[in-house]
């Protein structure tokens, strides 16, 4: 039984989500092998074969695999598979594992087991259903089980101490059903949001966008901090949806969660319930955000937060 991890990366360095998911692809008991697909992305590939527990690296390079593009990496991953017959197929929760993984999935005619949080065994897995309110146990009888990974479920495999042979495979031919015309990045001097370990996030009662920059920015400083919002704050235009925590966003589990003016609705919780320690800051006493919150401020928090900088 051997699974096969199919890493993300920018093809010059690896994405932390890659390091998550070989710990899960271990947890099966088998061995682990890595998919590096992209553009002279050989750095990428040193780098999988450095991750404690990988056996082997497969290294596909060609311009077609050098943006991600769904079809294309879903048709690579596939004629991996015809080649090795791997047990598993593991994608990173992510935006672009859940673009590539139900490619795959429906081309293999086996059905997809999404956000994956504990493996029991290699054909039984937990996975969070309403929203992450109850944990579904799943029993695959499934030849190949394709599934995607929730990282924030799994500790990170160690990025160096691995020796894995690393094996070139040739790159598919350009699908021609889609094609890259570019990409705007924002640039950060601040974490990345679901890499953080600590996170401040803003909710609809910050009022404005001025106002969510003015409070939330001098915490966030304070602490070294990632910024978040809830999606009521994202929707009202007062921060922009690459912020966005919960289920229609990114799921995080910071060791330092700061929810300010929150009230905690169902789809923001599914996000971040999973955080280490829970601060949320709320004049309403009621609000939901206070059941999982570790510590609770009853206040206004357009003056809290401003003491509280003051504090550290």
Do not use: W
């Not at 692809?25 to 697909?37: I, M, T, W």
């Not at 590539?100 to 996975?127: C, G, M």
């Not at 394709?146 to 160690?158: E, G, L, W, Y």
């Not at 919780?269 to 955080?275: E, F, P």
């Amino acid at each position: 039984m051997t699974a096969l991890v199919i890493a993300e990366h920018n093809n010059s360095a690896i994405k932390a989500a890659t390091l998550n998911t070989v710990t899960a692809a271990k947890a099966l008991g088998g061995d682990v092998h890595v998919l590096v697909a992209g553009q002279n992305a050989g750095a990428v590939a040193q780098a999988a074969a450095q991750i404690a527990d990988v056996a082997k690296v497969l290294h596909a390079d060609g311009a077609p695999l050098a943006h991600g593009l769904a079809e294309n990496l879903a048709a690579q991953v596939l004629a991996v598979q015809a080649a090795g017959h791997y047990s598993h197929i593991l994608f990173a929760s992510t935006p672009g594992g859940k673009n590539v993984a139900p490619r795959v999935a429906a081309k293999l005619d086996v059905a997809q087991i999404s956000d994956v949080t504990k493996v029991e065994s290699p054909d039984v897995f937990e996975r969070p259903i309403y929203a992450g309110n109850a944990i579904v146990t799943v029993q695959s009888d499934d030849s190949v089980n394709v599934m995607s990974v929730r990282t924030t479920a799994f500790d990170a495999a160690a990025a160096t101490g691995g020796s894995a042979a690393v094996e070139t495979v040739a790159a598919v031919a350009d699908s021609g059903k889609s094609s890259f015309v570019g990409q705007e990045l924002t640039k950060s001097e601040r974490p990345e949001l679901v890499a953080a370990k600590i996170i401040v996030s803003g909710g609809r009662a910050m009022g404005s966008s001025e106002k969510f920059t003015e409070v939330l920015t001098p915490l966030a400083d304070k602490l070294g901090a990632a910024i978040g919002a809830s999606r009521a704050a994202v929707d009202a235009g007062y921060a922009s949806n690459d912020l966005q925590v919960g289920q229609t966003g990114k799921i995080v589990a910071p060791q330092l969660y700061i929810a300010c003016g929150i009230s905690g609705a169902i789809q923001h919780l599914a996000g971040m319930k999973d955080s280490k320690v829970i601060v949320a800051i709320n004049k309403d006493p009621e609000a939901p955000i206070f059941s999982v919150a570790n510590y609770g401020l009853v206040a206004d928090l357009f003056q809290a937060v401003p003491e509280l900088v003051k504090a550290l």
